[in-house]
């Protein structure tokens, strides 16, 4: 027989789970990782075609705020709910189920 003092008392207790364990965590302007990175990412974009000498200063300029554009569109953009990647991640499954290429013979 058990003494009192050795018996195990985990069974007894009682804990609470939180209930915001399956959403992801905020890192930056309300944006998770995979968000903050794509901005991250198309920021460094729009730098390079900025910094390179591959055409007058208007047409850098104008590449270069639309990939900061579509940057922005992707971490922060949503429609119905859901988010930018989702939508562009369906257009593609669609458009790669619905036309597909066949090799003539």
């Not at 900025?50 to 104008?62: G, I, L, Y």
Request: with cysteine; hydrophobic share 50%.
């Amino acid at each position: 027989m058990a003494s009192p003092a050795s018996a195990p008392t985990v069974l007894a207790m009682h804990a609470r789970a939180p209930l915001d364990i399956d959403l992801e965590d905020k890192l930056l302007y309300g944006l998770t990782a995979t968000r903050l990175a794509y901005i991250v990412t198309a920021l460094l974009a729009a730098f390079a075609l900025w910094s390179s000498q591959w055409a007058p200063d208007p047409a850098r300029a104008c590449a270069s705020l639309l990939m900061a554009g579509l940057g922005a569109v992707s971490a922060w953009g949503r429609w119905r709910g859901r988010g930018f990647d989702g939508w562009a991640l369906d257009a593609v499954v669609f458009g790669a189920r619905r036309y597909r290429m066949t090799r003539r013979r």
